[in-house]
């Protein structure tokens, strides 16, 4: 089951609110009862959602979540972004191919900085 604040993200993108924020937009509490989460708290000027509406973004707010998941697993097997970028370092000196692509992105990158040149006036 998808967390409410997700269905409600989608409700408001929906409604062409751009973000929300719960510590004041929208705030949620859990009574821990076991009926869950629910909305407190309304201060978006668009209509407060039922839960019917909320319930047509059960399988969107499913597959954002899952998706998030899969992010948030290869970010942590993933090596740190400082060992990826030293292994493509190393590769592109061991491949002819890769030193020649790396050169013609260093090339084009060195015309743009001569292009438009830091200016450090007084």
């Known amino acids: 089951m998808a967390n409410l604040s997700n269905k409600i993200k989608l409700y408001a993108s929906a409604n062409s609110v751009a973000s929300v ?22 201060n978006l000027d668009i209509a407060k959602p039922t839960d019917e509406q909320l319930a047509t973004y059960e399988d969107e707010a499913n597959a954002e979540e899952a998706l998030n998941t899969v992010y948030n697993n290869r970010l942590t097997e993933y090596p740190p972004i400082g060992d990826q970028l030293d292994m493509l370092w190393h590769s592109i000196d061991e491949s002819p191919e890769l030193k020649t692509k790396y050169f013609k992105f260093y090339e084009a990158c060195k015309a743009i900085k001569v292009k438009y040149p830091k200016w450090y006036g007084k």
Do not use: H, P, V
């Open 21 to 42: 924020d719960f510590t004041k937009d929208i705030i949620l509490q859990d009574n821990s009862n076991g009926q869950g989460a629910y909305i407190k708290e309304w």
